[in-house]
């Protein structure tokens, strides 16, 4: 019987450290990978949107939207087409050009983003809600 128990407090004690090591060691790690690896996603897209000629697209929370637009504005003096959602704005050069902002974006939900440049510059920034 003694054999028994013991057998138990091992199992146990060996337990007990099996998740100290994923509370404290395994769950951060793979929490820090995933950050990094969305920083070095965001960095390839900015680089390839650099570079040249053509598209890149990633994921945003509905409250980024508006300083994204503002950056892009920043860079470029005009944007050709900014559609979210349905809504389609032409030639915006000021984020008050985007009627009803508010009511169009939710800033609790994500959205997919695509940006297309022709020469260097924007030509249309596309908001879609997941």
Sequence with gaps: MEKFWAVIL?????????????????????????????????????????????TISREVEGSEIKGLIEGYLAEDSIIERIIIGSDSFNDVDDIADITNFDSIVDETDRYYMR???????ISELRFIKI
């Design 10 to 54: 091992i199992f146990v004690v060996v337990a007990a450290a099996g998740l100290m090591y994923v509370n404290q060691v395994y769950i951060p790690q793979k929490e820090t990978q995933m950050t990094m690896a969305e920083m070095a996603n965001q960095t390839l897209s900015a680089v390839k949107l650099e570079i040249g000629d053509g």
């Design 115 to 121: 940006v297309t440049s022709n020469n260097g510059e």
